[in-house]
């Protein structure tokens, strides 16, 4: 069964070794279930000396000793049962911990190569499968391995016992497999169309505002109906064929106890077994039955504790593996990019070809070409955030990519097109949300992007929560504390991706300032924009076009050749 794949044969990732490390502590629950299921021996034991003993010798004391006795195991019993789920609840939380961090850093990863579709379903993925796993549903596997022991003892009693017992086991377990097979296609279409319903959804809410200008709401909900629709109707397929298949297995197993009732006293009145094992030879047999219904009760959440563990090994699979090496030191800025080619994943043409230019400390380098050139794709090589399919992109000698975020982070800064902040205050947004970032760092970011002004005529001033995505917040605005974040520590290499993009005359004039700023500082900038005023301050040009470079130079020579007329700069770039 699929259920189990997650046991063996797994690639090597975090969650395959968060999945050793659970070796001892489900060793110790099994032990635990050991000792629970040869403690419950004494319910059938308790009812034959009952029926063997008491009613025959009539004797109360020997009732009320057996009684207590029974009452005591039983209380030992549901306490070794609590300490095996808080084994089993500690090792979730302790899977959690060494799984979360990573799943959490995959989804950016999956993101930036343009898989959306995850979202937050991987950390409700990792719940599901947690909880699924430590919990009730794969608790009845412990006792799966005592089916047998009880099965021996039914046949020590009687051989009809036994084999009216095993046979019906056996009928248990082939309804069992029936009824995965049988909901099995159904559940995963079903599964499938509610992550795409709430991806979808999703989506909509975070464009609200264009959906309601354009009166967009009745096509996109009924695009979201169909995958509803898919959800809804697929489910209560699974629902109904699941209590089809629930109804058949509790009737067979009431049918069995009636059954083994009939046979005990059958055997009884042949005189072959006592009259006190009537009642011992029923519950013998419930219990040896009861596991597997258990884990046909918890078919669905099995189920889908297996498609959550199918996801996240997808995801980790495809996460890139945190690049482990020593710290390097702040980087002077000196920038390269040699022979980078660049395409995703799929793609039949290079987005980027030949990439070839380098940057001297504090050089300002900016980049113009017409929508599409591959402009913001740089940018991203740039900052490591891609890997280029062929060259490499080096800050002070060191790859880019292969460079320890966190560390790398501290000495760069970036402000992407689309400028995005997060739910919390602007000083936590301008703070990177680091906690280790004093006021006055942030003070003085604010002061060298020109936002500081800006700022302190909001609500609460740094103490402003820009609400989520900085909805709160004017494009303009966001836009400005978005570039003071970039220049969080006074970075030794800043990309500005459109920086000027929302911004009115006086916050153009602040970004100018600004730019000449992080010169003054020795930064390396690399300023993308369609608006050649931005270019006050570069030292370079570089003009993209279809992805490669059609000039590179000092400024004042590209932007001269840019007023030639396109026949010209043809005619002198053939020469």
């Known amino acids: 069964m699929k259920i189990f794949t997650f046991l063996s044969n797994q690639p090597d990732n975090v969650l395959t ?93 999956a993101s930036v190569r343009g898989e959306q579709s995850a979202g937050a379903q991987a950390l409700r993925d990792l719940d599901q499968f947690r909880q699924t796993l430590t919990g009730i549903a794969a608790a009845a596997f412990f006792d799966v391995p005592w089916i047998p022991v009880f099965l021996f003892v039914l046949f020590t009693i009687d051989p009809l016992v036994g084999v009216v017992t095993t046979l019906a086991a056996v009928v248990l377990l082939i309804l069992a497999l029936m009824q995965e097979r049988a909901i099995r296609p159904a559940s995963r279409e079903a599964s499938d169309a509610g992550l795409k319903s709430y991806a979808f959804t999703g989506a909509a809410l975070r464009n609200g505002e264009v959906v309601r200008a354009m009166g967009m709401l009745p096509t996109l909900g009924s695009a979201w109906a169909g995958h509803r629709r898919v959800t809804i109707e697929r489910g209560a397929n699974v629902a109904e064929m699941s209590n089809m298949y629930t109804d058949i297995i509790k009737t067979v197993r009431m049918g069995v106890q009636v059954l083994i009732i009939a046979i005990g006293a059958y055997l009884i009145l042949k005189g072959k077994i006592h009259s006190g094992m009537l009642f011992a030879n029923m519950i013998l047999a419930s219990r040896a039955l009861q596991p597997i219904e258990k884990i046909v009760g918890s078919w669905e959440p099995l189920n889908n504790m297996a498609r959550a563990h199918q996801r996240l090994m997808q995801l980790l699979t495809k996460a890139e593996a945190p690049p482990a090496g020593m710290t390097l030191p702040r980087p002077k800025g000196q920038l390269s990019c040699e022979a980078v080619n660049f395409a995703p994943a799929g793609a039949q043409k290079l987005l980027l070809g030949n990439i070839n230019f380098s940057l001297q400390p504090g050089e300002i380098l900016g980049v113009i070409g017409p929508s599409g050139a591959g402009k913001s794709t740089l940018a991203r090589l740039l900052m490591g955030i891609w890997r280029p399919l062929n060259g490499v992109v080096r800050l002070d000698g060191a790859d880019v990519f292969t460079w320890d975020r966190g560390d790398f982070g501290r000495h760069v800064g970036y402000l992407p097109q689309d400028t995005e902040l997060f739910a919390g205050s602007v000083r936590h947004n301008i703070a990177r949300f680091r906690s280790d970032v004093p006021d006055e760092v942030v003070v003085r970011a604010a002061q060298l992007a020109g936002a500081h002004e800006l700022i302190l005529r909001m609500p609460k001033g740094y103490d402003t929560d820009v609400g989520e995505g900085g909805h709160t917040l004017s494009a303009g605005q966001r836009q400005r504390v978005g570039l003071a974040r970039a220049m969080l520590g006074e970075p030794a290499f800043i990309v500005l991706d459109e920086p000027n993009a929302s911004l009115d005359a006086e916050g153009e004039d602040a970004l100018l300032k600004a730019l000449d700023a992080m010169k003054t500082n020795g930064a390396t900038v690399v300023v993308i924009s369609h608006k050649p005023s931005i270019f006050r301050a570069a030292d370079k040009m570089l003009v993209l076009r279809d992805g490669r470079i059609e000039l590179f130079g000092p400024r004042d020579q590209v932007m001269a050749r840019l007023t030639k007329p396109a026949e010209v700069r043809a005619v002198e770039a053939s020469r």
């Open 17 to 109: 070794r968060a999945l050793g490390e659970g070796k001892r502590p489900f060793a110790v629950a099994a032990a635990f279930s050991f000792v629970s299921n040869v403690l419950y021996l004494a319910l059938p034991l308790y009812t034959y000396q009952i029926y063997g003993r008491v009613l025959t010798s009539q004797s109360q004391p020997t009732l009320w000793v057996l009684t207590l006795i029974t009452i005591f195991v039983f209380v030992v019993s549901a306490s070794i049962d609590d300490f095996r789920a808080r084994i089993l609840i500690n090792y979730g939380v302790l899977l959690d911990q060494r799984v979360s961090g990573r799943v959490f850093s995959a989804l950016f990863d």
